[in-house]
């Protein structure tokens, strides 16, 4: 290696001379492509089809307080190894998975815990480090790892079990929301020159134009009536008749939060908002929305109107009729029949149902 070359760790990485070693973090080097053995750390060729280790599959997931290293495998279109009740399944352990070569690794980062959580020292170590892979790559892993629990999601995101595995549900989240930046944002929006990422994980251009991960905020409101009491849910004509949601969309160019959310209620449902009350946020990476979610009081009385032609339907429900109607939903289960007593809502992993389940849990 060239004298004064600097080797040191960085949480992505698309750059040659790649090395995964015993201490499981990624190292580079800053030096024209240069490339070393350093303190034992396996060196990498260019083109080389040396094994990734460790690469293997435990049977158990990995608790969040042990040093182990776990690595979450992503494929391009976002999909994952899930174990056979639906939660994330963590490569680690000594052996190796096959079918992961250098070369089948896209690009690679590391979550790490918040440095200001309640639980910072506990899980100081328990960083997990994301590979990212082709759909084709993903599938092979899950054959490699012959075992009939483990399979790569077909879903996995939209349908996880958030209420089984929030910390999963978490790390999920955070690999779909970079793996856009990381794989597919290779240019400039604005003169569309190449933007390799640089030393620090951010794009930059030969011309030194930085180029950030995109992130697109959304609002969401659950509407309420005037004394709290009925919630007001939307059926999208995209949707079955039967299903229902909360009130979203993008924020436009010059809105504030608040006002985003009275001009959505209004557009879909007529209605003037009177109130607004922050509750909650959420990461939806389909592909990188951050979801911003309101309670919004209004006057029931006013006469509903579907201005911007999104919306089928939408009903008044108060708490002993939503109830009733998800009892009902989850006897009879989904069709596609339209059925009044019926309501599909949004998934348990989705902060729509978060929203819906919290203001039911206020009432008697």
């Known amino acids: 290696m060239r004298e004064g070359a600097l080797l040191r760790p960085v949480d992505f990485e ?3 001379g790649n090395w995964l070693g015993d201490g499981c973090e990624f190292w580079f080097c800053q030096a024209n492509g240069c490339r070393a053995r350093v303190r034992g750390w396996r060196e990498r060729s260019r083109g080389a089809r ?6 293997t599959s435990t049977p158990e997931r990995t608790p969040a307080d042990t040093h182990t290293p776990r690595y979450l495998l992503i494929s391009r279109e976002g999909e994952t190894l899930l174990n056979d009740d639906g939660t994330l399944h963590y490569l680690t352990g000594k052996d190796t998975a096959e079918s992961l070569t250098e070369d089948a690794i896209l690009a690679r980062s590391v979550i790490r815990p918040a ?3 309640a639980d910072a020292q506990k899980n100081s170590e328990a960083a997990v480090h994301v590979l990212y892979c082709e759909d084709e790559t993903l599938v092979q892993v899950a054959a490699d790892l012959n075992n009939p629990r483990v399979r790569a999601s077909a879903s996995g995101f939209r349908y996880y079990p958030v209420h089984d595995d929030q910390e999963g549900r978490a790390h999920y989240a955070t690999a779909l929301a970079r793996r856009d930046y990381l794989i597919d944002m290779r240019y ?7 933007a390799p990422l640089g030393s620090k994980g951010i794009r930059r251009t030969a011309s030194g134009e930085m180029v950030f991960p995109r992130i697109e905020p959304a609002v969401m409101a659950l509407v309420t009536s005037r004394d709290g009491e ?3 849910l939307a059926n999208n004509r995209q949707w079955h008749p039967n299903r229902f949601a909360l009130i979203a969309g993008f924020v436009d160019p010059g809105e504030n939060l608040e006002e985003a959310i009275a001009r959505e209620v209004y557009e879909e449902t007529g209605l003037h908002t009177l109130s607004t009350e922050y509750r909650m946020s959420d990461v939806w990476p389909f592909p990188r929305s951050l979801m911003i979610c309101y309670r919004v009081r209004v ?3 006013e006469t509903i109107i579907h201005h911007d032609g999104e919306i089928r339907a939408a009903r008044w429900f108060s708490a002993a009729e939503l109830r009733e109607a998800i009892a009902i939903s989850e006897e009879r289960g989904n069709s596609d029949e339209d059925d009044p007593a019926k309501l599909e809502l949004p998934g348990t992993n989705a902060v729509a149902r978060c929203m819906i389940d919290e203001w039911l849990a206020e009432k008697p």
């Not at 400039?188 to 190449?194: K, P």
Request: charged share 30%; aromatic share 8%.
């Open 299 to 301: 006057d029931e009385n």
């Open 230 to 232: 009925r919630v007001l």
């Open 14 to 16: 698309l750059t040659r």
């Open 188 to 194: 400039s929006a604005y003169s569309g020159e190449e």
């Open 50 to 55: 040396s094994r990734v280790k460790p690469m």
């Open 115 to 117: 440095a200001y959580g």
